[in-house]
């Protein structure tokens, strides 16, 4: 099979792969598109620490089942699926009680570590466990389908903090996970939603998501002109906005931490304690597949908005060296074996 493999850090080569074996309870998948998640581009340098060559990257998929183990007993050849970019035991503790982004034997698809390699979807085929596989709704397009993979970590952002109607909420970078989460605030009837970040073209872009207002995190004291919303969203993973998230909640307010760009921040101490503040972390999701699928499949949340490009596989060493780049106008790039 053609794969997208990374090398050596820099260097991405379209190239021959083996193609994975199945095992016994597991689906062989043949990869219809695949997004480009912002730790593949990371990953691409070697500065997350999780992405060590030789690597086949991509965890946002969906496609077709081209073969079955013999234990697989629920899917057939020819059904159209997606899949949880976690690999989970089913059986830990964390497992049982439903936890499964917290499974003791986690592995995530795409991602090379000291722990584990596990090899992902920027390739023709990719073979994963039965128990993550998720149909697809029969109108939503196998692109579309990629988004569901971060609408599941919004998804599970949102639900680590109580949200009320008519809720002042702050969302802390326009990325693809903080317009996700811009988009769940709004259906769940937040009154007021604040959006932070850098770019002028994603904050206009949250604008017309849903966002009530855009702050130019450059020009304007993001805390002072967001202060006392009740739940602030840090989808970036810095010192700044991490900062300016928890001094923008108000007393007895909640901070949902969802980015991890830096491995470690400072947090004003004194702030948190005294204004009793509760800072909660959003790891990946937890099951929230299904509901994310029906969300996209109904137009609830939009979703083509985000998809700047739809390229082939074998470009896709240009396009993450674009995103890497930071050029401009780039939001969600799908590529497609």
């Not at 697809?136 to 993979?149: C, H, I, K, N, Q």
């Not at 599941?152 to 909420?169: E, F, G, K, T, Y």
């Not at 769940?188 to 604040?194: H, K, M, N, Q, R």
């Not at 998230?245 to 108000?250: F, G």
Request: net charge negative; proline share 4%; aromatic share 4%.
């Amino acid at each position: 099979m053609k794969a997208l493999v990374l090398k050596e850090y820099g260097l991405l080569s379209y190239q021959d792969a083996p193609e994975p074996k199945v095992g016994l309870e597991e689906v062989l998948v043949r990869v219809r598109a695949c997004g480009v998640c912002g730790s593949d581009v990371h990953g691409m340098d070697g500065s997350t620490g999780r992405r060590i060559p030789p690597l086949i990257m991509g965890h946002e998929a969906a496609g077709e089942i081209a073969a079955v183990g013999m234990g697989v007993t629920e899917w057939r050849v020819g059904e159209r699926v997606t899949f949880d970019s976690t690999i989970f035991c089913g059986e830990c503790e964390y497992c049982r009680r439903g936890q499964v982004n917290l499974c003791d034997r986690r592995r995530v698809l795409g991602v090379s570590c000291d722990e584990y390699r596990q090899h992902g979807a920027f390739a023709e085929y990719v073979a994963v466990p039965e128990r993550i596989l998720y149909r697809l709704p029969d109108d939503l397009s196998f692109a579309r389908a990629t988004l569901v993979e971060p609408l599941s970590v919004a998804l599970h952002a949102v639900s680590r903090a109580p949200i009320s109607r008519n809720d002042r909420a702050l969302v802390l970078g326009a990325g693809v996970i903080g317009l996700l989460i811009v988009q769940l605030l709004r259906a769940a009837g937040c009154g007021e939603i604040i959006v932070a970040d850098l770019d002028p073209g994603r904050l206009a872009l949250a604008l017309g998501l849903g966002a009530h207002r855009a702050l130019p995190a450059d020009r304007v004291e993001v805390a002072a002109e967001a202060r006392g919303v009740e739940v602030a969203f840090e989808a970036v993973g810095v010192q700044a906005t991490v900062e300016a998230a928890v001094q923008s909640v108000r007393k007895g307010g909640h901070v949902v931490l969802v980015g991890n760009l830096s491995s470690r921040v400072e947090i004003p101490l004194q702030v948190v304690v005294a204004r009793q503040l509760t800072l909660a972390g959003s790891c990946a999701s937890a099951g929230e597949y299904p509901t994310g699928l029906d969300l996209m499949a109904r137009g609830v949340v939009e979703v083509d908005a985000l998809i700047s490009a739809v390229a082939p596989l074998s470009e896709g060493a240009a396009w993450l060296t674009r995103l890497r780049e930071g050029e401009g106008g780039l939001v969600k790039v799908i590529l497609t074996p």
